[in-house]
């Protein structure tokens, strides 16, 4: 499987990377088992989980649900937790764990400790913040966002306290780098200059939404991508499932988020469904299945990506493990930009 830079580590991590946030809702322990042992088996070397999932829906009640699943895995293969990098993350304000208060420097340490005792693992490789404390313009709020309530120095302050902690973290064996999640171009750039002046750790990642109905990435955050050395872990590389055409003609299959969450989360419209009718169009002129596509595209970009898809069942994991090392023709390329240009914002 393709390797892709992680952050400016001089690492590498796998162009697919198992997401696990519907482990202990729609997927049972004994299927997320499965799914790490075919995904390591196919060359995934990357897992991400956070400390508020299962999802669909999120609940206090389920809160570390997943990464206990994982944890039990870890516990019955300890030998191989050296053969993926572990990604988990903290939840920040408004969220359902910790009451919903802010990500600090004591709450990164409270966070992990917790987060390693579910895991059952003596570190993680990469602690993300779920969110900034400032807020996001992430999960279709950019359409009303408004940045004026922000307090620039509070906001650097916070950096450095958070980035403090995770020094010492570091330095204690417990976590090996810090990434970032639904983060800005400014506030990512932030993180950066906050590490170099302070010579604390460097944000080596970032996960923000990314998909072929979801580019808000390709401008402003690309050119910091590439010129920070910031690896984007993107989430709904499939657009929450409207790319691999399931949702359309009004078709919401049992079990499936849409029979969860109807609004699919502010991405649902008519917008949506002419999008992917137009990508799922291209896939089929050029007899590519969508899923692979989808997830191919992405290792077309100009800044390194590794691409978090969640499977409900092992079943899809084996389809989307297709995907893997796929070369998109050109032709289908100048079609998906067309496409892009003709539905820029389906959501």
Same mark, same amino acid.
Request: proline content about 5%.
């Given at each position: 499987?393709?390797?892709?830079?992680?952050? =400016?580590?001089?690492?590498?991590?796998?162009?697919?990377?198992?997401?696990?946030?519907?482990?202990?809702?729609?997927?049972?322990?004994?299927?997320?088992?499965?799914?790490?042992?075919?995904?390591?088996?196919?060359?995934?070397?990357?897992?991400?989980?956070?400390?508020?999932?299962?999802?669909?829906?999120?609940?206090?009640?389920?809160?570390?649900? $997943?990464?206990?699943?994982?944890?039990?895995?870890?516990?019955?293969?300890?030998?191989?937790?050296?053969?993926?990098?572990?990604?988990?993350?903290?939840?920040?304000?408004?969220?359902? /764990?910790?009451?919903?208060?802010?990500?600090?420097?004591?709450?990164?340490?409270?966070?992990?400790?917790?987060?390693?005792?579910?895991?059952?693992?003596?570190?993680?490789?990469?602690?993300?913040?779920?969110?900034?404390?400032?807020? $996001?313009?992430?999960?279709?709020?950019?359409?009303?966002?408004?940045?004026?309530?922000?307090?620039?120095?509070?906001?650097? =302050?916070?950096?450095?306290?958070?980035?403090?902690?995770?020094?010492?973290?570091?330095?204690?064996?417990?976590?090996?780098?810090?990434?970032?999640?639904?983060?800005?171009?400014?506030?990512?750039?932030?993180?950066?200059?906050?590490?170099?002046?302070?010579?604390?750790?460097?944000?080596?990642?970032?996960?923000?939404?990314?998909?072929?109905?979801?580019?808000?990435?390709?401008?402003?955050?690309?050119?910091?991508?590439?010129?920070?050395?910031?690896?984007?872990?993107?989430?709904?590389?499939?657009?929450?499932?409207?790319?691999?055409?399931?949702?359309?003609?009004?078709?919401?299959?049992?079990?499936?988020?849409?029979?969860?969450?109807?609004?699919?989360?502010?991405?649902?419209?008519?917008?949506?469904?002419?999008? /992917?009718?137009?990508?799922?169009?291209?896939?089929?002129?050029?007899?590519?299945?969508?899923?692979?596509?989808?997830? /191919?595209?992405?290792?077309?970009?100009?800044?390194?990506?590794?691409?978090?898809?969640?499977?409900?069942?092992?079943?899809?994991?084996?389809?989307?493990?297709?995907?893997?090392?796929?070369?998109?023709?050109?032709?289908?390329?100048?079609?998906?930009?067309? /496409?892009?240009?003709?539905?820029?914002?389906?959501?």
């Amino acid at each position: 499987m393709r390797q892709v830079p992680f952050g =400016a580590t001089g690492q590498t991590v796998s162009e697919l990377c198992l997401g696990t946030m519907t482990w202990g809702t729609q997927t049972p322990a004994d299927d997320a088992h499965r799914q790490m042992d075919m995904a390591l088996a196919a060359g995934i070397d990357i897992v991400d989980t956070a400390e508020m999932y299962p999802v669909n829906p999120v609940r206090k009640e389920t809160i570390g649900g $997943s990464e206990a699943i994982l944890g039990d895995w870890n516990a019955a293969n300890p030998a191989r937790r050296g053969d993926y990098l572990l990604a988990t993350k903290i939840s920040g304000e408004g969220g359902v /764990a910790r009451e919903g208060a802010l990500i600090t420097g004591a709450a990164l340490r409270e966070s992990l400790e917790g987060s390693l005792k579910r895991l059952k693992t003596d570190y993680v490789d990469l602690y993300q913040l779920h969110w900034p404390n400032r807020g $996001s313009f992430q999960f279709r709020k950019n359409w009303t966002y408004d940045p004026r309530g922000q307090n620039k120095a509070e906001t650097l =302050a916070h950096m450095e306290d958070v980035l403090a902690e995770a020094d010492k973290l570091i330095a204690e064996g417990k976590m090996r780098h810090i990434g970032l999640s639904n983060e800005s171009a400014w506030g990512t750039a932030q993180w950066v200059r906050v590490s170099e002046d302070k010579g604390l750790p460097r944000v080596q990642t970032v996960q923000n939404e990314y998909s072929l109905l979801a580019r808000m990435y390709d401008t402003d955050m690309a050119e910091m991508s590439v010129n920070e050395e910031v690896t984007l872990l993107s989430f709904s590389p499939l657009a929450a499932g409207f790319l691999t055409g399931k949702y359309q003609n009004g078709a919401v299959p049992a079990g499936s988020r849409m029979s969860l969450v109807p609004e699919m989360g502010g991405r649902k419209s008519a917008r949506v469904f002419d999008a /992917a009718a137009a990508y799922l169009e291209i896939a089929a002129r050029h007899g590519l299945d969508p899923v692979h596509m989808a997830l /191919a595209w992405q290792q077309t970009r100009p800044f390194a990506i590794s691409a978090i898809f969640g499977a409900t069942t092992s079943a899809q994991l084996e389809h989307i493990l297709g995907a893997a090392d796929m070369v998109l023709p050109a032709e289908a390329l100048d079609e998906i930009t067309a /496409a892009h240009k003709a539905h820029p914002m389906p959501y």
